[in-house]
Nanobody, 119 residues
């Protein structure tokens, strides 16, 4: 499974951006999809995840500001980010747990997209 993330960039504090991540390859089905981030000098952390049934969970730091969603027909996961803060600055990576046509289950990571929030 290959993942292509897009949508990062430079935005002022209080602004909004939407990240997208498209999964491609030998995909029979996708279960969980999620976004993680890693700020400079820090460990990677979960931002948000969404199950195939649409259940979501968020990091406390982004609750009420970020919204994760998915389009199953397009094998795409989105992260709508509002009220951005300088502390949201990080490289954002998507993660997809998928079952291939050969019925193997893999957890794949995208290369990441940089988000920089200026104060």
């Amino acid at each position: 499974v290959q993942l292509q993330a897009s949508g990062g960039g430079l935005v002022q504090a209080g602004g909004s951006l939407r990240l997208s991540c498209v999964a491609s390859g030998s995909i029979f089905s996708i279960s969980d999809m999620g976004w993680y981030r890693q700020a400079s000098g820090k460990q990677r952390e979960l931002v948000a995840r969404i199950t195939s049934g649409g259940s979501t969970n968020y990091a406390d730091s982004v609750k009420g500001r970020f919204t994760i969603s998915r389009d199953n027909a397009k094998n795409t996961v989105y992260l709508q980010m509002n009220g951005l803060r300088p502390e949201d600055t990080a490289v954002y990576c998507c993660n997809v747990v998928a079952t291939s046509h050969a019925r193997s289950i893999t957890s794949s990571w995208g290369r990441g997209t940089q988000l920089t929030v200026s104060s």
